[in-house]
């Protein structure tokens, strides 16, 4: 009986065995195919990697091949740049010297034309000193019109006047005084002469012998027609600005308010409303008090 039932547990197992076999086959195929797949993706990989480094390696190769070009190209230009750079520094050193020289040049020139200047001005009074002397004396007649004296011989109004204003403009103030005042003793009665006592003036203004101007600019106003006078209004002025500065306040204001009602639209009352304004006093003069009527 035992052998029996051997054998229908044999008979049980059989079909168990079999389907466990079956499984266990199929199981070795799809290990196989996976490892096929996993051979054929490795030489996928190596073959890519092959290519992946041939890549790089070019790369690599490139870049160096662009570095000692590089390197090749900045020696290059830093040796044009020393050769050009010295010809531009030996260039900029001459300009300067030149510009240094050039200078030197026009101070000479204009110290020369000074000197020229100066030269002209003696050469030019020296001949109306030799004039002076030269010329024989001459009684003076009787005067007539103002004049004191007869002028020396062969100085005309013309000559005597420019020399004096060119005196007075280059700063020869000594010399323009003596001239100015020679005009107006033997041209006194010419138009010019208003101009010539003006400028005396000025010029003793300038000096700062406030006491001398301030007689000028009074002959100015004093001693000579309106109608020839054409530095009335400039005498006014600056014998307003002469009283001034000589503290005479009150004096300086009834100058420059006599300039604004004479001329009310020129530069000059313009001026003297501005030397009011410092002074602290009005272009009009201030109206008089009426007395009041004892009740």
Known sequence: MNWMRVAFVVFLLAPLSFGQKREYVELQRDVAALQDQVRSLERSFNERMGSVTTLVQQSTDSINKLNTAMAVLDSSLRERESKLSAPLTSVGAKVE?????????RVSIEDLSA????????????????????APPVPPPPAAGGGTS???????AETLYANAMRD?????????LQEFADYLKYYRDTDTAPNAQYYLG??????????GALKAFDAVLEQFPESKNTKLLDAMFMKGR?????????GATSEFRAVIKRAPNSDLATKAKAQLASLGSSAAAPAKKSARKAR
Do not use: W
């Open 97 to 105: 010297q030149m510009s240094s020289e050039f200078q030197a040049v």
């Open 115 to 134: 000197r020229l200047g100066k030269l002209e001005r003696g050469l030019v009074d020296l001949g109306n000193v030799i004039k002076t002397i030269t």
């Open 150 to 156: 007869a002028p020396p011989q062969g100085l005309s």
């Open 168 to 176: 007075k403009d280059g700063g020869n103030a000594d010399m323009a």
């Open 202 to 211: 000025e010029i003793s203004y300038n000096r700062k012998d406030y006491d």
């Open 242 to 250: 002469t009283l001034m500065l000589m503290g005479d306040k009150a």
